[in-house]
């Protein structure tokens, strides 16, 4: 049971924010190196020298990698957010879309906690994000731990099951009106009524389009965060 198991980032809660001895250079990619064949990685963007920098935590769709969320990269550079972006453990998708809460909570911990050890974080400004089932987990997982993230961006969710209801988390959905995946009728259409009736603060965007990000709207969503 996930009760039994440590708090999301309690790690990260006591990790000392990172003290800088000279200006790190931006645009790169780190390994993560916590995992073996799945791992992740964090970017740094250009504009980062050292300075706290809001922070998303970017999760990959079903089958996927870490690296198909390079879609983000550009706006993070633009921008200057940090992107943390993580492996499932699972080859095929997230724990939590399996019911199987976990393996990735634990990972996802671990990631976190290194990340605000190594980098300057804004840790007011920190917020989670994905696409397809990496916004099933985004939407389940922040609103689990809503007290942790200021912002959840979930880009074409197929399901919403989180395992508790932390803190109010801001929440940016979006959906293709034509997505034979995650039919929006069945999904975004019903979660966006249900969390206003919760009292979130939920902005919505629906656009013509199959299953994929929108290169508009996902610049919507990071300017949203960063407002």
């Keep these: 049971m996930i009760a039994t198991r440590r708090e999301f980032l309690l790690a990260a809660a006591a990790a000392p924010a990172a003290i800088q001895t000279a200006p790190q250079p931006g645009g790169r990619r780190e390994a993560l190196k916590l995992g073996d064949d799945r791992d992740g990685f964090v970017y740094l963007p250009r504009g980062y020298a050292g300075r706290p920098l809001p922070m998303l935590l970017m999760l990959h769709g079903a089958g996927n990698t870490s690296m198909s969320v390079q879609y983000a990269l550009p706006l993070a550079d633009e921008l200057d957010v940090i992107v943390l972006a993580p492996d499932s453990r699972d080859e095929r998708t997230w724990d939590g879309v399996l019911r199987s809460w976990g393996p990735d909570v634990e990972f996802l911990s671990a990631a976190v906690a290194q990340t605000l050890e190594r980098h300057r974080v804004d840790r007011t400004r920190v917020g989670i994000g994905g696409f397809s089932d990496g916004a ?19 880009m074409s969710p197929g399901v919403m099951q989180p395992i508790a209801a932390r803190g109010k988390p801001r929440i940016f959905i979006s ?14 259409r019903r979660f966006v009524p249900k969390l206003k009736d919760l009292g979130y603060d939920v902005t919505y965007r629906e656009y013509e389009g199959r299953h994929s990000p929108s290169p508009p709207v996902v610049r919507e969503a990071f300017d949203w965060f960063l407002r």
Excluded: K
């Design 136 to 154: 099933s987990y985004a939407l389940s997982f922040g609103i689990s731990y809503g007290d942790q993230f200021r912002a959840v961006i979930a």
């Design 175 to 188: 959906h293709g009106t034509a997505d034979p995946i995650m039919p929006i009728d069945l999904t975004s």
